[in-house]
């Protein structure tokens, strides 16, 4: 047996509960030979890492059936060809196969690419906690050993899994309570994200630590003194923030080392909630509060059932430090969260209220059900899980926890969709505001209704802040407004068709929509329209995809049987769309060919010319000299460059066509030269298209200006007047980085 696993199974047998040794002993052999012959890159066996899971799960006071699934958690995904979960159920039960299931990554997923494959995990990963939340507990604690064994990867991988670790599991943590958990996931991200960063608040910790480390001491002992003396149990301990804590508020919050006041801390351990506000009295008698630092989590807790007492006081020698004051109860909820409120061994949960402080989870696959797009899946499911909460009333004084900045439009349909439909305006403290107000901490909310109101704005798609709302607002939508949906999705689809410059029909549109629309499960055309319509999902994460079947469609239309007759064809087509004689360009001796300027070269009359026949957009003009021509005058395209001139400059001058060019200008600084420029040009006449300025290594000012002109000679001029800037100390043509 792994050495591990007999640390393992003494740490249960001197626990209090009741665990059933002999399960958890088969979940490990049968693990232990499904795993034989593997090895992880650290070079240990492979039924290392399911241990030491198993090990943080029991630690986590988790049951039997909990470290059965975490000793096999990776058996279904990794010996696929020697085991399935029907063969765990009839070996370990229901329970045991549905949290493997829940932990076992989607494997082969039919969805267009890596990011959608990776949401549909989070989504499956999301289903099992609703159904089991104990699914999402040895996830995190599978995360949590991953990163403590992440050296043994590559930079890149490791870089990969910090940050999905910081942006997914740490804030899940968070949401569950699991305080022990998320600070040591955020701690070891941090180390793989900005190692730098880390050392630099590291060590600023040790200095700070070791230079007051009896300050520390001396503010327990007086405490210690009092507390004894009012008779009160308590225990009482010293912390430091956690490196990523005090790394956020540096560089977040772009906040000095010393202006952080909760650097130290005290938590005192009491008996009773009452004893808290006894015991935060005798803080306060002994040491100088600071204001605006008061926090009660216990009269408000927090959604993930933190409820602590908070204050920041003045240390005798001028140090400021906090004091987390709260029971015995309160400190497992803060170190281990909803799981502590589980008893798996009597199948119940403790507590009245754990359903309801669930219930953001069920929210979030609802608000899923009413988007198809998952960049609008994992906004919402950033905003819902990972805000910085605001804690606002209702006018009966039920607590409602927002995400900060969220409105008063949220607020309604945090209530229920009926509210947030039927609303027409919004009071706060009593005061009629817009209804996308931003409420603050403490603010009491009345929401106006109206019977008579039409139902929410498509405006308020764009306002809301919770995912919540946004799938409500979308529900009626879906609901209420079809035909309207449909006559805006399909209004999208066309303006975007035209920036596409192909002239499609209305049934060619819908035959390609629907060709599209199937292969994301949505059943017609005008389905797909209803769903854009109302929000569901996002035209232009569509717009590649609508792009490539146009193309195809056309190129199987045109595509002729040999390259040379490809040429010929669009040649032919280049030719035939005589346009009026734009920019007095002649191709192959033809004069009038639909034509466009490359915008890589922005060539001039003046300028020697090639052309390059493109798709659809007849011929492609360029400078001889471009690097895209010397690049693309390969054998695969070599056919495409035809012989391409101007008429001539003079007639090119005469005709008041102008042109875009591109001049870089670098000068001594910024101050008062970009004036210059702008009467310089302003003088000649010569219209100003766009300009940037950037500081370069040396301190130079770098000026980029697009400006109109009518040929090479006429911009030789415009630069020779340029030149004359005072504090302009070069002018060249283009832009170079």
């Known amino acids: 047996m792994y050495i591990e696993m007999n640390s393992l199974l003494d740490f249960l047998n001197k626990s209090e509960k009741n665990y059933d040794i002999a399960k958890i002993t088969a979940a490990y052999n049968y693990a232990d030979s499904l795993h034989a012959g593997q090895f992880r890159l650290?070079?240990?066996?492979?039924?290392?890492?399911?241990?030491?899971?198993?090990?943080?799960?029991?630690?986590?006071?988790?049951?039997?059936?909990?470290?059965?699934?975490?000793?096999?958690?990776?058996?279904?995904?990794?010996?696929?060809?020697?085991?399935?979960?029907?063969?765990?159920?009839?070996?370990?039960?229901?329970?045991?196969?549905?949290?493997?299931?829940?932990?076992?990554?989607?494997?082969?997923?039919?969805?267009a690419d890596k990011e959608e494959a990776h949401i549909e995990n989070i989504r499956k990963m999301l289903l099992a906690m609703n159904r089991d939340i104990r699914v999402i507990f040895i996830k995190l604690c599978d995360r949590l050993h991953n990163m403590r064994t992440l050296s043994a990867k590559k930079e890149d991988r490791q870089r990969a899994i910090a940050l999905e670790t910081m942006y997914i599991y740490a804030p899940l943590a968070h949401r569950l309570g699991i305080q022990k958990i998320k600070q040591e996931l955020e701690n070891l991200s941090l180390f793989y994200l900005d190692s730098v960063g880390y050392e630099e608040v590291h060590e600023a910790i040790d200095r700070k630590y070791g230079q007051s480390f009896t300050f520390i001491e001396e503010a327990k002992q007086i405490l210690c003194e009092k507390l004894r003396e009012n008779k009160i149990e308590f225990e009482i301990v010293g912390r430091i923030k956690s490196v990523y804590s005090l790394y956020r508020k540096m560089y977040s919050q772009n906040k000095a080392f010393d202006e952080i006041y909760d650097f130290y801390a005290l938590r005192i351990i009491v008996e009773t909630e009452l004893e808290c506000y006894t015991a935060l009295g005798l803080v306060h008698e002994m040491?100088?509060?600071?204001?605006?630092?008061?926090?009660?989590?216990?009269?408000?807790?927090?959604?993930?059932?933190?409820?602590?007492?908070?204050?920041?006081?003045?240390?005798?020698?001028?140090?400021?430090?906090?004091?987390?004051?709260?029971?015995?109860?309160?400190?497992?909820?803060?170190?281990?969260?909803?799981?502590?409120?589980?008893?798996?061994?009597?199948?119940?949960k403790a507590g009245t209220n754990i359903d309801e402080k669930l219930r953001w989870i069920a929210q979030l696959l609802e608000s899923d059900e009413n988007?198809?797009?998952?960049?609008?899946?994992?906004?919402?499911?950033?905003?819902?899980?990972?805000?910085?909460?605001?804690?606002?009333?209702?006018?009966?004084?039920?607590?409602?926890?927002?995400?900060?900045?969220?409105?008063?439009i949220d607020f309604a349909y945090a209530i229920h969709s009926a509210v947030g439909n039927k609303m027409v305006g919004a009071k706060i403290n009593g005061v009629i505001v817009p209804i996308d107000k931003t409420p603050q901490n403490g603010d009491i909310i009345e929401i106006l209704t109206s019977q008579s109101a039409k139902g929410p704005s498509?405006?308020?798609?764009?306002?809301?802040?919770?995912?919540?709302?946004?799938?409500?607002?979308?529900?009626?939508?879906?609901?209420?407004?079809?035909?309207?949906?449909?006559?805006?999705?399909?209004?999208?689809?066309?303006?975007?068709?035209?920036?596409?410059?192909?002239?499609?029909?209305?049934?060619?549109?819908?035959?390609?929509?629907?060709?599209?629309?199937?292969?994301?499960?949505?059943?017609?055309?005008?389905?797909?329209?209803?769903?854009?319509?109302?929000?569901?999902?996002?035209?232009?994460?569509?717009?590649?995809?609508?792009?490539?079947?146009?193309d195809k469609r056309f190129a199987d239309e045109e595509l002729p049987a040999t390259a040379e007759e490809e040429i010929n064809k669009l040649k032919l087509q280049a030719y035939s769309k005589k346009v009026k004689a734009s920019a007095g360009i002649i191709i192959d001796g033809e004069r009038g060919c639909q034509v466009k300027f490359a915008k890589c070269c922005n060539p001039l009359p003046g300028d020697k010319i090639v052309g390059f026949i493109t798709r659809g957009f007849g011929v492609s003009i360029h400078k001889s000299d471009c690097p895209n021509v010397i690049q693309s005058r390969n054998e695969e395209n070599l056919a495409r460059w035809v012989k391409a001139e101007w008429e001539s400059d003079a007639a090119s001058m005469q005709s008041g066509e102008t042109y875009e060019a591109k001049i870089q200008i670098k000068a001594e600084d910024g101050i008062g030269v970009i004036a210059g420029i702008s009467v310089a040009l302003a003088d000649m006449r010569v219209s100003i298209t766009q300009i940037n300025t950037q500081v370069n290594k040396a301190g130079d000012t770098i000026i980029n200006v697009g400006v109109t002109c009518k040929s090479v000679s006429h911009y030789d001029s415009i630069v020779s007047r340029l030149r004359s800037v005072p504090k302009v100390l070069s002018v060249s043509r283009g832009y170079s980085n």
């Open 42 to 111: 650290s070079g240990e066996p492979y039924i290392s890492h399911p241990v030491a899971v198993a090990r943080i799960v029991a630690e986590l006071g988790l049951d039997t059936d909990s470290i059965c699934a975490a000793l096999l958690h990776d058996t279904v995904e990794d010996c696929a060809d020697k085991t399935n979960l029907e063969i765990l159920r009839k070996m370990f039960g229901t329970d045991v196969s549905m949290l493997v299931d829940g932990l076992t990554k989607i494997i082969q997923v039919q969805v």
């Open 287 to 348: 040491f100088k509060s600071i204001p605006g630092r008061f926090k009660d989590y216990i009269s408000t807790p927090k959604p993930n059932l933190y409820r602590s007492l908070h204050t920041t006081v003045i240390g005798h020698s001028g140090i400021p430090f906090e004091v987390q004051i709260r029971t015995r109860a309160m400190h497992e909820e803060a170190e281990y969260g909803i799981a502590a409120h589980w008893k798996y061994k009597t199948g119940e």
């Open 371 to 408: 988007t198809r797009d998952p960049d609008e899946f994992i906004h919402s499911f950033k905003t819902d899980i990972f805000h910085d909460e605001t804690f606002v009333f209702t006018p009966k004084g039920d607590v409602i926890s927002l995400p900060q900045g969220s409105t008063a």
């Open 458 to 550: 498509r405006d308020w798609l764009k306002i809301v802040k919770t995912g919540q709302a946004r799938s409500k607002i979308r529900q009626w939508f879906k609901k209420e407004r079809r035909p309207e949906n449909i006559l805006v999705g399909r209004a999208e689809v066309e303006k975007e068709l035209r920036k596409l410059a192909r002239n499609i029909s209305d049934a060619e549109m819908d035959e390609i929509i629907s060709v599209i629309a199937k292969r994301v499960g949505i059943n017609t055309a005008d389905d797909f329209y209803n769903t854009l319509g109302f929000g569901g999902i996002t035209l232009q994460r569509f717009i590649p995809k609508i792009k490539e079947e146009i």
